[in-house]
C-alpha cells in the first residue's frame, strides 16, 4: 500500500472494529497501517473479510496484525505451491528441449529471473527441492508486493533455441495449464529486456534532451 491508501485502509480497519464492538486509539491504527502497508489493499480487505467469516475461534475475535499476515502469506504460499508443480509437471513431462507456455505469465517471469526454463532442465534431482524453494520464494514475493511484471511470451527450449541459431523452421509451443489462458500469455508477453540497462552517458544525454524539450 501506499499513502493514498491509507484514508482506505483507515476506513476498512475502524469497520473491522467495529464489527466486533471495538474502538481502536489512533496509536494502534498507526501499528497496524506499519505493520501491514507492505501489503496490497485489496489482499488486505480480502484477509480481514475473510477473518470475520472464520467458523472456528479465532473469527470471534478482532483481528491481530500476525493474523492478517498469516492469511496473506499463507494464500500466495498456495499459490506459489500450485506454480511450482506445473513447473515441475512441465519439466517432467515435456521437458526443456520443447518450447512451453503456462497459463500463469508470473510463471515465466519468475523463469526467466532464475535463468530461463534451458537452465532449469540442466538442474539435478539433488538440487531440485532448492530450486523448487528459490520458485516459491520469488513467486510469493511479486505475489506479496502485488507486481504485474513483465514477462516473456514463450520459455523457449533447447531445441528451438538451436533451429534459431541455425536458420531452420521452429517447432510450436506446448501450452501448460488453461490453454486458452496461455494463450493469453502469449499475446500479453513482451520480448523487450525484462530489467532495463543503459549507459551512464546515454542516460544522461536522455536527460539533457528532455530538460530542452521542457
Known amino acids: 500500500m501506499n499513502a493514498n491508501d491509507q484514508g482506505r485502509f483507515v476506513t476498512i480497519l ?12 489512533a496509536s494502534v491504527i498507526s501499528l497496524y497501517w506499519a505493520g501491514l502497508r507492505a501489503y496490497d489493499l485489496a489482499a ?10 472464520s467458523p472456528d475461534e479465532s473469527g470471534r475475535w478482532m483481528p491481530k496484525i500476525a493474523d492478517i499476515k498469516q492469511k496473506l502469506e ?7 505451491s500450485i506454480a511450482w508443480a506445473k513447473v515441475d509437471s512441465g519439466v517432467r513431462k ?9 497459463d500463469d505469465g508470473m510463471i515465466h517471469r519468475v523463469l526467466a529471473d532464475m535463468g530461463g526454463w534451458i537452465a532449469l532442465g540442466r538442474k539435478t534431482e539433488v538440487e531440485w527441492p532448492f530450486i523448487a ?7 510469493r514475493g511479486y505475489r506479496l508486493r502485488s507486481e504485474a511484471p513483465d514477462f516473456p511470451p514463450v520459455l523457449i527450449g533447447i531445441s ?23 494463450k493469453q500469455v502469449m499475446l500479453l508477453g513482451t520480448t523487450k529486456p525484462l530489467i532495463a540497462m543503459q549507459l551512464l552517458s546515454a542516460a544522461a544525454n536522455s536527460q539533457e534532451q528532455m530538460r530542452r524539450i521542457a
Open 160 to 182: 528451438n533455441a538451436q533451429n534459431e541459431h541455425q536458420g531452420f523452421q521452429k517447432q510450436e509451443p506446448v501450452l501448460i495449464g488453461d490453454a486458452e489462458k496461455a
Open 94 to 102: 515435456v521437458g526443456t528441449y520443447r518450447d512451453v507456455v503456462f
Open 74 to 80: 499463507g494464500r500466495t504460499q498456495d499459490q506459489a
Open 14 to 25: 475502524t469497520g473491522v472494529a467495529d464489527y466486533y464492538e471495538r474502538t481502536l486509539p
Open 133 to 139: 524453494k528459490e520458485f516459491e520464494n520469488r513467486y
Open 44 to 53: 488486505v480487505e480480502k484477509a480481514m473479510w475473510e477473518h470475520t467469516q
